[in-house]
């Protein structure tokens, strides 16, 4: 008898039960709940963050770099590239993040569907990990949604 096949049965089993330990699918916050916002020294506050890629591999061509930078008290302002976007980001354990209240100006551009990319990305992130001067986002699937790099 092959042994493969029960070989990646238990792979998958384990795999399965790895991706429910780590939390399943997101629970929708409450409305109740205050804004957790890291204090001034939480490594994503006060720094500008410029689009780095989409996606794994994607770079974007627009008239000015995507990039956001989230203020100490959890406003966040920047560009998708096109349009300036305000609204509202939450810090929370376990590097989690939430954007809410995004809200863009309505100029147009030759991009405007990249620029949309842009912020259906901010809008999906649920995680982050940052290593060294990268900003990475995850959605609520661990699915990379994109990259973004510290300015200098």
Not at 66 to 81: C, N
Request: proline residues 7%; neutral net charge.
């Amino acid at each position: 008898m092959n042994k493969t096949p029960i070989g990646r049965a238990l792979l998958l089993a384990f795999v399965a039960m790895s991706l429910a330990a780590c939390g399943g699918k997101p629970s929708e916050p409450s409305r109740q709940d205050a804004p957790r916002i890291a204090s001034s020294d939480h490594p994503v506050v006060g720094q500008r963050w410029n689009l780095l890629l989409v996606g794994t591999d994607e770079r974007l061509s627009m008239p000015e770099t995507p990039h956001f930078v989230v203020a100490p008290d959890g406003r966040v302002t920047g560009s998708d590239g096109c349009n300036q976007i305000n609204g509202r980001v939450r810090l929370d354990e376990g590097n989690r993040i939430q954007f809410s209240d995004l809200a863009t100006t309505r100029r147009g551009c030759p991009q405007l569907e990249d620029a949309q990319r842009v912020t259906d990305m901010m809008e999906t992130a649920y995680r982050f990990l940052i290593d060294h001067d990268r900003l990475v986002f995850f959605g609520p699937d661990q699915r990379v949604l994109g990259g973004w790099r510290k300015a200098n």
